[in-house]
């Protein structure tokens, strides 16, 4: 009996290490959120290690719209990420409080987000003011030099954006000629 139990225990143990891009495999490496001030964060989307676009989606664990299509984005990076795309989730939780942190970095784990995953280390707030939105979800889309060049918002009632629209832009751009 406890031979058979240690058999399906390892077999269960080996079917959970294989699946590339989980928080379990190995070669993923450690989900965690970076804490980085605005400036920083500039930094990283103009250094994206030749990407051809950057892919950032602003949420926060008190938004449930966010957490409910946050699958989307790990789906585009599994889909997207060989061919150019990168992507980098943006927390705009409080960088104070340390609950909020430890439920981010939980959530993550869970949704296997084994992209780049930023918490904006700044005046609690100041997330909105810098991408100059009132409302999140809100997805931006950036070219290689770290510029913006094209937005998804929540900011206007009359016109809401989905993740499949943010999909087809990605997949357009990316297969669009240089």
Same mark, same amino acid.
């Given at each position: 009996m406890f031979r058979k139990s240690a058999l399906v225990l390892a077999a269960c143990l080996a079917g959970s290490l294989?699946?590339?891009g989980r928080a379990d495999d190995p070669k993923a490496g450690p989900i965690a959120l970076q804490q980085l001030t605005w400036a920083e964060f500039e930094k990283h989307l103009a250094s994206t290690d030749g990407a051809k676009y950057t892919l950032v989606d602003a949420w926060a664990t008190t938004?449930?719209?966010?957490?409910?299509?946050f699958p989307h984005l790990v789906e585009m990076h599994e889909k997207y990420g060989p061919k150019g795309l990168a992507v980098v989730s943006l927390s705009l939780d409080d960088a104070e409080d340390s609950k909020a942190i430890a439920e981010a970095e939980k959530f993550l784990k869970e949704k296997h987000a084994t992209f780049t995953n930023?918490?904006?280390? %700044?005046?609690?707030?100041?997330?909105?003011?810098?991408?100059d939105i009132?409302?999140?979800?809100?997805?931006?889309?950036?070219?290689?030099?770290?510029? %913006?060049v094209k937005r998804f918002t929540m900011d206007d009632p009359?016109?809401?954006?989905?993740?499949?629209?943010?999909?087809?832009?990605?997949?357009?751009r990316l297969s669009a000629p240089k």
């Open positions: 294989a699946a590339p938004c449930a719209p966010c957490k409910e299509n930023v918490l904006l280390k %700044e005046e609690f707030g100041a997330g909105f003011d810098r991408l009132s409302a999140i979800p809100a997805v931006f889309l950036y070219g290689p030099d770290g510029k %913006e009359n016109n809401q954006f989905t993740y499949d629209e943010v999909e087809k832009e990605v997949a357009a």
